[in-house]
């Protein structure tokens, strides 16, 4: 449709010298022209080409705006550095069937750059607010000789690329206005950089004004509010022949934009929208956010944090380059290490949290190799200098390594990505020496959050060392587990604890949040579990009245269930080794969940059992063949878990089990019990009246399964669940447990103390009692 002087005209003619040229709704063939004052709908009416000028200039251009929003919102500029000074602009098809601009003197201001000749070119307006030129005689509508789309303003719109078509050489970017009154370019872009690992960037002339940070995946990775939403829906696509950024309305009805302005000396990439009620654009972000966004605010090994009034800090193990420009808050010239790294054999990692990845000008990328493959590909080359996921999606995938200078890394909280970055081997924690990725935490945010390991913190104390409340930030609750010196556990039980726990993932494992390691001290940080261990209900007249059957027989199949995935399940088969009632923890909801792994042995391929020398767990649980002789396997567990199935029915510890009718312990008490026919009886009195009969004894007879003292006899922890979990299984007649008597695992050796050791051949036996 064609207006002409602000009147809409259809069906008529209009001259072009002394020529009639017919005009139609939104397409301009070689016959016809647009001249100032006339202008194109698009094809639904949302935007209109025609001439115009800014509000304080004579100037005359070529432009796109919104044709249903009364301000004037330009959102395409053609000639935008080549104005015309009068109205004498007449837009057609040249000669060349190119799109071009020239004057009444057929002076050319501003052309199409299309190689192609063709008999039938024709300019379509579409509706997206695409101008674009092809050939009528193709069929294929999308086959463009030009789009506008191609070749950007200021502003992105829905369906616009932006980014490489890396076949034909295109770069579509945007550029800022010179100012309010003047499209022409400004000193100010924004588009995709031509790297491996593809990140936007703004820019102010040829030096990086902000970063996004690499597309991980989900967002860019230093775009926290970048996340799904119903307004639109955005896409990257990183292919052969093409990498770009777009995105599309999910309601066609909203007016959104993206704009790139340059007001004063600064430039901002905003995201708009038009409100209707208001007449007016809102704007919904605005890029730099803050201080951190600042290109290299805080120059190489530094991290940036808004939330500080400092917000450059080193990363651990740097310092900065000169101690007194950062003591003036002049943090440009960043950081460098403390001990240089020299590729030696002893040089690791040190993994960083919720970080905006640096820049990937030097970057190198592997989609298909995982995070362990590109640790060690790093490492064997000396001038990786980090290396992390390149998809962060799932469980991650890919690879991306670095190999200069670290630069414009801020800390965002809630989102970020972990980096792994190379260190001296002096540099590194035991944690980090032994590849343990696990999150560590400063010795001041543990004593702050524990109060200073006061003693109303004070949780309990096993083997391991004393455990504490406490509060991280004021707000996630923790369990701190602070090895002491004095400790039967050393340095090798932390490591193993944090190698296995973090590396298993179960409802039924308790969840290790990371460890800190600062001279000598030693601690693992852990979920809270606010009702503490198993032991402190069912061993507690008070508390075990509270535990009824149901819930009783729930914490059974939830252990059953955590040591299924530990036997059988998980990617590592782990023979936990001192399963007992203290280290099974109990969340708000009274599920279980298996502790305490620093005893626990990884089993590889088809290896079924093993045998050692340093014999460690707690007498009353251990199974007869790992106490004697030191043979340990999944059946060993199973005994373990036979003795617990006991001890949630009965209420009763097996070890100091007292009856003043004999001298067995609980084991031998239960199958006593079992052969007179009278199970009943070893029910807690606290639940014999409420109790479902058939269930207990059910329970009752898989947990003699479990202790007896062959191990061909016992059942796997696959059976035991599919025995818990269906009546119609037959079970078989149990045989007489192992250690059914109250005896030290060594014979003449009585033992009733909390700890105690005793040497046996060559092989050494550690008790330990009290968790």
């Known amino acids: 449709m064609l207006r002409i002087s602000g009147k809409r005209v259809v069906g008529q003619t209009v001259k072009d010298g002394s020529q009639e040229i017919p005009v139609t709704a939104n397409t301009l063939t070689p016959s016809q022209s647009i001249i100032d004052g006339q202008t194109l709908l698009s094809q639904g009416g949302t935007f209109e080409l025609g001439f115009f000028s800014p509000s304080n200039s004579k100037n005359r251009y070529l432009g796109i705006w919104y044709k249903t929003i009364p301000t004037q919102t330009v959102v395409w500029v053609a000639n935008r550095d080549s104005p015309l000074n009068d109205t004498s602009g007449i837009l057609k098809i040249g000669s060349s069937s190119n799109l071009v601009i020239v004057n009444q003197s057929e002076s050319v201001f501003w052309s199409t750059n299309s190689s192609r000749t063709v008999e039938n070119p024709v300019v379509e307006f579409l509706e997206s607010g695409n101008l674009i030129l092809r050939d009528s005689q193709d069929g294929n509508s999308e086959n463009y000789l030009w789009q506008s789309f191609d070749h950007p303003s200021d502003t992105l719109l829905p369906g616009m690329k932006l980014g490489w078509n890396l076949k034909t050489g295109v770069n579509r970017f945007l550029t800022s206005w010179r100012n309010f009154d003047d499209p022409s370019q400004g000193d100010y872009t924004c588009g995709i950089d031509y790297t491996p690992y593809i990140e936007s960037s703004v820019r102010n002339m040829s030096n990086k004004y902000y970063r996004s940070g690499p597309w991980n995946g989900l967002r860019w990775s230093g775009a926290p509010d970048m996340k799904p939403n119903t307004i639109f829906r955005y896409e990257i696509m990183q292919m052969a022949e093409e990498s770009y950024y777009i995105f599309h309305l999910v309601n066609q009805s909203v007016i959104m934009r993206f704009l790139l302005s340059q007001t004063g000396t600064e430039g901002t990439f905003q ?12 704007r919904l972000v605005s890029i730099p956010r803050d201080r951190c966004d600042d290109y290299a605010l805080c120059g190489v090994y530094s991290s940036c944090d808004a939330t500080n009034v400092a917000v450059c800090q080193c990363l651990k193990g740097f310092k900065p380059k000169s101690p007194q420009d950062w003591s003036e808050t002049d943090w440009s010239q960043g950081c460098e290490r403390v001990a240089p790294v020299n590729c030696s054999k002893g040089e690791g990692f040190v993994k960083y949290t919720g970080l905006k990845l640096p820049d990937t000008t030097n970057s190198w990328l592997n989609s298909s190799m995982n995070l362990e493959e590109c640790r060690v590909k790093c490492l064997n080359n000396c001038s990786c200098m980090a290396y992390t996921n390149s998809n962060i999606r799932g469980d991650g995938s890919g690879c991306v390594m670095w190999f200069k200078d670290l630069i414009d890394m801020r800390q965002l909280t809630g ?15 035991e944690c980090e020496k032994d590849n343990l990725e696990m999150p560590l935490f400063d010795l001041s945010t543990i004593a702050t959050a524990t109060n200073n390991f006061s003693e109303d913190k004070k949780l309990g104390e096993g083997g391991f060392g004393p455990v504490y409340k406490g509060k991280l930030d004021g707000e996630r609750e923790i369990a701190v587990k602070r090895l002491s010196r004095n400790s039967i556990q050393g340095v090798s039980e932390f490591k193993n604890e944090v190698l296995l726990i973090s590396k298993l993932q179960h409802r039924n494992l308790v969840k290790l949040l990371g460890c800190c390691i600062q001279g000598e001290e030693r601690m693992l940080v852990y979920e809270y579990m606010p009702n503490k261990s198993l032991d402190s209900s069912i061993f507690d007249e008070t508390k075990s009245i509270l535990l009824d059957w149901q819930q009783r027989f729930q ?26 009632a203290s280290n099974i923890l109990l969340d708000k909801d009274m599920v279980p969940k298996i502790s305490d792994f620093g005893m626990a042995r990884i089993f590889t391929g088809d290896q079924i059992e093993e045998n050692t020398k340093r014999v460690v767990g707690t007498y009353g649980y251990m199974s007869p063949e790992y106490a004697v002789d030191g043979n340990f396997s999944v059946k060993s567990d199973v005994f373990s878990f036979g003795v617990l199935v006991l001890e949630i029915i009965s209420g009763k510890k097996n070890r100091g089990f007292f009856h003043p009718d004999h001298e067995l312990n609980l084991l031998g008490h239960a199958w006593s019990l079992w052969n007179e026919g009278k199970s009943i009886e070893l029910v807690d009195e606290s639940i014999r009246d409420s109790c479902l009969v058939p269930e207990v004894v059910r329970c009752t007879h898989i947990g003699l399964l479990c202790v007896q003292k062959s191990i061909e006899q016992r059942p796997t922890m696959s059976t035991v669940l599919l025995m818990l979990s269906s009546e119609s299984v037959v079970l078989p007649e149990p045989q007489r447990p192992g250690f059914y008597v109250e005896r030290s695992p060594i014979e003449g050796k009585p033992s009733y103390s909390n700890e105690g050791s005793y040497i046996s051949n060559d092989f050494t036996i550690t008790l330990v009692e009290g968790r």
């Open 555 to 580: 914490i059974v199949l939830g252990i059953a269930r955590g040591l299924l995935y530990l036997h059988h399940d998980s990617r590592l088969r782990i023979i936990h080794r001192d399963l007992k």
């Open 271 to 282: 995201r708009l929208t038009w409100v209707d009620k208001t007449n007016s654009w809102v």
């Open 415 to 429: 989102a970020g990505q972990d980096l792994y970055i190379r260190m001296a081997a002096s540099e590194l924690s």
